[in-house]
């Protein structure tokens, strides 16, 4: 299996909004698939087609311990039905940067799975809100967006720094 690259911020392409997906083909289950091996082989939890420069709507997740509860959605659409924690997030796309997100701990997920079919399905805990940092991915948004504006220059300014870590 080869690896697709991932886009590290700031890319540009990390901001592109993605577009819904039309057409559940071979060509969609195959990008969903380097897609789960790619985010495998990074040692992620969630991985979005815009982080692969593959702008449409779909992401692959996969909180287990065992890595193995793949979870794949096709145009995913969150409600937030939960109260707001507080949890450490990184990203792929930004390695080595760490940082506390406010994300609702609960979720609704309404999305279609590879092959087309509706999913309708409950997330909780871990789960909620690796489904919505990805789901920020598909419209161009990034974990930093949601700190502080001191705190996302200190981030950049460490990046510059030490571009390769
Ligand atoms: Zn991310």
Redesign the pocket.
């Given at each position: 299996m080869q690896y697709l690259p991932i886009l590290q911020h700031p890319d540009s392409r990390l901001r592109v909004k993605a577009t819904t997906v039309e057409s559940f083909d071979e060509k969609l289950a195959n990008q969903a698939d380097k897609m789960l091996a790619t985010m495998y082989n990074a040692n992620g939890i969630g991985l979005a087609g815009t982080?692969v420069d593959f702008h449409r709507r779909l992401i692959v997740v996969d909180v287990s311990e065992s890595r193995d509860g793949p979870i794949t959605l096709v145009n995913p659409e969150i409600l937030l039905i939960g109260e707001t924690v507080s949890s450490e997030e990184g990203?792929?796309?930004i390695p080595g940067v760490h940082d506390t997100v406010k994300r609702s701990d609960r979720i609704n997920i309404s999305a279609k799975s590879i092959d087309g079919s509706t999913l309708e399905m409950e997330a909780e805990g871990m789960l909620a809100i690796c489904v919505q940092?990805e789901c920020d991915?598909l419209d161009g948004i990034l974990?930093i967006d949601h700190l502080s504006s001191l705190k996302r220059k200190r981030i950049n300014e460490k990046l510059k720094r030490a571009p390769e870590s």
């Open positions: 982080q990203c792929l796309s940092h991915h974990f």
